[in-house]
């Protein structure tokens, strides 16, 4: 799967293997963890698994993570993207086969605006490109700033739920909601 798709400041694109030091620099780092299990790697190996689990994704599910590419710079800032969610491990919130929103940066490209940047981007392609329906996310409570993300780009808070014993939000947006919000803005 050959993707790139620019916005304003990023470029995103197909995961490929010359992102290996980008992926460690990201998944090896525990502030990154601090909401998603507290498990990063430690090592370049699995930087490389990463990498090799998001390209099967694309080509078993049509779509998987891209990376987020600064346009000024060339530098790999992090991941943004849909993710279908069909296997039944990856059941959240009691429900399977859906796609997910999800970024994950650099801590240093942090509050920068490029999660948001980014995840409206990727909106338009599910909607526009893929023909979905509808579109979730989820975030842990406690992550003030992803559960802000979802917010601001347009999901609506569904429900509260559990996850491995952590209370985390669920979000929806559907295609009508989504077409109700661009000709809002194009007004």
Same mark, same amino acid.
């Given at each position: 799967?050959? *993707?790139? /798709?620019?916005? #304003?400041r990023?470029?995103?694109r197909? !995961?490929?293997?010359?992102? /290996? =030091?980008?992926? $460690? @620099?990201?998944?090896?780092?525990?502030l *990154?963890?601090?909401?998603?299990?507290?498990?990063?790697?430690?090592?370049?190996n699995?930087?490389?698994?990463?990498?090799? $689990?998001?390209?099967?994704q694309?080509?078993?599910?049509?779509?998987?993570?891209?990376?987020?590419?600064?346009?000024?710079?060339?530098? $790999?800032?992090?991941?943004?993207? !849909?993710?279908?969610?069909?296997?039944?491990?990856?059941?959240?919130?009691?429900k399977?086969?859906?796609?997910?929103? %999800?970024?994950?940066? /650099?801590?240093?490209?942090?509050?920068?605006?490029y999660?948001?940047?980014?995840?409206?981007?990727?909106?338009?392609? %599910?909607?526009?490109?893929?023909?979905? =329906?509808? /579109? *979730?996310?989820?975030? #842990?409570?406690?992550?003030?700033?992803?559960?802000?993300?979802l917010?601001?780009?347009? !999901?609506?808070?569904?429900n @509260?739920?559990?996850? @491995?014993? *952590?209370?985390?939000?669920?979000?929806?947006?559907?295609? #009508?909601?989504?077409?109700k919000?661009?000709s809002?803005?194009?007004?």
């Amino acid at each position: 799967m050959k *993707v790139y /798709i620019e916005t #304003e400041r990023l470029i995103l694109r197909d !995961l490929r293997a010359e992102d /290996i =030091d980008g992926i $460690f @620099e990201l998944d090896s780092n525990p502030l *990154v963890h601090k909401y998603l299990g507290n498990n990063p790697i430690n090592s370049k190996n699995q930087a490389k698994e990463i990498i090799k $689990f998001v390209q099967l994704q694309y080509k078993e599910r049509g779509i998987g993570r891209f990376a987020a590419i600064k346009k000024s710079s060339g530098e $790999f800032i992090g991941w943004s993207g !849909l993710k279908l969610n069909s296997d039944k491990k990856e059941a959240l919130n009691g429900k399977q086969n859906f796609y997910d929103i %999800g970024y994950r940066l /650099i801590p240093k490209f942090w509050g920068k605006g490029y999660a948001t940047e980014s995840s409206i981007k990727m909106l338009q392609y %599910g909607f526009d490109n893929l023909k979905l =329906d509808t /579109i *979730v996310g989820a975030a #842990e409570v406690a992550n003030i700033a992803s559960n802000k993300i979802l917010k601001k780009i347009g !999901l609506q808070f569904i429900n @509260e739920f559990k996850y @491995e014993n *952590v209370p985390c939000n669920w979000y929806e947006l559907n295609k #009508e909601d989504y077409g109700k919000k661009m000709s809002r803005m194009w007004r």
